[in-house]
Each structure stands twice: as C-alpha cells, then as structure tokens.
C-alpha cells in the first residue's frame, strides 16, 4: 500500500516539487553537464563549418555562426575560459608591447 501511495503523491507533484527533492550537488552536476553538453554541441556546428564532409556541403550547414560563436563563448565563459585576447593595457590589442612606443624615463 505504501508503494501505491508514494506513486499517488509523484503523479501530483508538480515540476518544481520534483526538482526540489534532489540535493544542490546533483544540481550542480546536472547543470555541469548541461554546460559541457552547449560547449560539445556549439564545438560541433563551429567546426563544421570549418571542415568540409563528404555528406554535408559546404552551403547546407546555415552559413552564418555568430549565434553559436556567441553561444559557445557564453558556454567556455561559465567554465571561467575566454577566448578573446585580453588586452595588456598598452593599447594596441595585440597583447604584445608596442615597440613603436618611447619610452619614458
């Protein structure tokens, strides 16, 4: 009877009661595999637009990227990776000092 009852109760739960009953770290885990799954996924389409396949022509993978660069950033950036170069505050944005500068002494 109690096995009947406690599927009565799972049935009337709602979404949210659901989740509720996991603990933070199986959360976590859940939403760290979701990360990863955005960035395996978002790697995917970007190198496929890269490389040509015999079976997927090279017009037929929707040409523009800037969603899923966008969305891959998003995803490495959750991770603490970026994948711009920062600049090294002279300036030029290459992160190389600039050798046409004088110094000042």
């Known amino acids: 009877m109690d096995s009947n009852n406690k599927k009565e109760e799972s049935k009337n739960q709602s979404f949210l009661d659901k989740i509720k009953e996991h603990t933070p770290e199986e959360l976590e885990l859940l939403g760290t595999f979701v990360r990863l799954g955005v960035v395996i996924w978002s ?7 890269y490389v040509e396949l015999p079976m997927i022509k090279k017009g037929q993978s929707g040409g523009d990227i800037t969603f899923v660069a966008s969305v891959f950033t998003g995803a490495l ?16 944005g290459n992160g190389k000092p600039d050798s046409t500068k004088k110094k000042e002494e």
Do not use: C, D, E, R
Request: no cysteine; hydrophobic share 30%; glycine share 18%.
């Open 43 to 49: 790697g995917f389409i970007i190198t496929l637009n």
């Open 77 to 92: 950036a959750t991770f603490g990776l970026t994948t711009s170069n920062s600049k090294n505050g002279n300036g030029n």
